[in-house]
């Protein structure tokens, strides 16, 4: 269970590079993918509502926000392993289910 409002940090493996080209969640969320658990800390301290401003080695591969099942479109890629920040935004505690479609490279 996540809180409302709170962030939960994933590691997801990947051992292929590949094409991220959707994200969907099971509730209301916001997704952050990073390449590596360092550029996610370091991205830490950037308010969610706050767009990267240039491409940094902390800057998100990619960052969606889910209105629920509906998946978003994505299109970048990946070299490897994943690192995600989810924030639940449904408005209430809830167990949320991150879903990537990934297409080998």
């Known amino acids: 269970m996540l809180a409302a409002g709170a962030s939960a940090n994933l590691d997801l493996a990947n051992a292929t ?16 993918l990073y390449a ?15 767009p990267t401003t240039a ?22 890629a990946a070299q490897g392993d994943l690192y995600a920040r989810v924030v639940n935004l449904s408005g209430a505690a809830a167990a949320l289910t991150l879903t990537l479609t990934l297409e080998d490279a």
């Open 17 to 32: 590079p590949a094409l991220i080209r959707k994200l969907a969640g099971s509730a209301s969320l916001r997704a952050a």
């Open 36 to 50: 590596s658990a360092a550029d996610r800390t370091a991205d830490a301290s950037r308010l969610d509502t706050t």
């Open 55 to 76: 491409p940094t080695s902390a800057s998100p591969i990619t960052q969606a926000t889910t209105s629920g099942a509906a998946p978003v479109a994505i299109g970048e």
